[in-house]
C-alpha cells in the first residue's frame, strides 16, 4: 500500500493521463485493502511484531540501495550494514514495501530511467548504465515489462 501511494505522490503525467494514474492506483489500493480485511494472513501479525527500531532499520536500508544503484551490497552485506540479520530484512522489507529487496531495487532503477528518458536528459544507453544495466537490450525488456512499452518511446 505505500508503494502504491508513494508511486501517486510522484506521478509523472500530467493532465488527464494523470487522473487515469490516480483513479487505477486508488483502485490498486482499495483491492489491497479489501483482500487484507478478506483474507487476514501472516502479514499482518508479522506487521505487528517489527519494532520502530527495526522499521527504521529497514528504510535505511532501502535508502542504501538507492545510493548504491549501480552496484548494490549482497543482501547479507545490506543486512550487516543496517544491523538485522537476513530473515528480518526480507521479512521487514516485503511488508513495508511490498516486494523483495530486489524487487524493489529493479523498480526504483526502471523508475529512475524513465525520468532521466522523460526529462530526456541523457540517451537510452547511458540511462541503463547510469542505473546499473550493462547490457541495453536486458534494460529494454525490463523497461517493456515495467511499464508495457519500450524505453525508445518514452525518449521521443
Given at each position: ?116 528518458l ?10 541503463a ?26 525518449h521521443?
Amino acid at each position: 500500500m505505500q508503494s502504491a501511494l508513494h508511486q501517486m505522490l510522484h506521478c509523472p503525467y500530467q493532465g488527464a493521463t494523470r487522473w487515469i494514474y490516480w483513479e487505477s492506483k486508488v483502485l490498486e489500493l482499495l483491492a489491497l485493502r479489501l483482500e487484507e480485511v478478506r483474507q487476514p494472513n501472516q502479514r499482518t501479525v508479522t506487521k505487528r511484531a517489527l519494532k520502530p527500531d527495526d522499521l527504521d532499520r529497514i528504510h535505511c536500508a532501502r535508502e542504501i540501495l538507492h545510493q548504491r544503484i549501480i552496484d548494490p551490497p549482497s543482501l547479507m552485506e545490506l543486512a550487516r550494514l543496517v544491523g538485522l540479520n537476513d530473515y528480518k530484512l526480507k521479512v521487514g522489507f516485503k511488508q513495508i514495501f511490498g516486494t523483495t529487496v530486489f524487487g524493489h531495487l529493479k523498480r526504483y532503477r526502471l523508475e529512475r530511467a524513465r525520468q532521466l528518458l522523460q526529462e530526456r536528459q541523457i540517451s537510452i544507453a547511458a540511462a541503463a548504465e547510469s542505473v546499473g544495466y550493462s547490457s541495453q537490450g536486458h534494460f529494454a525488456a525490463a523497461f517493456r515489462k515495467q511499464f508495457g512499452i519500450y524505453p525508445r518511446e518514452v525518449h521521443q
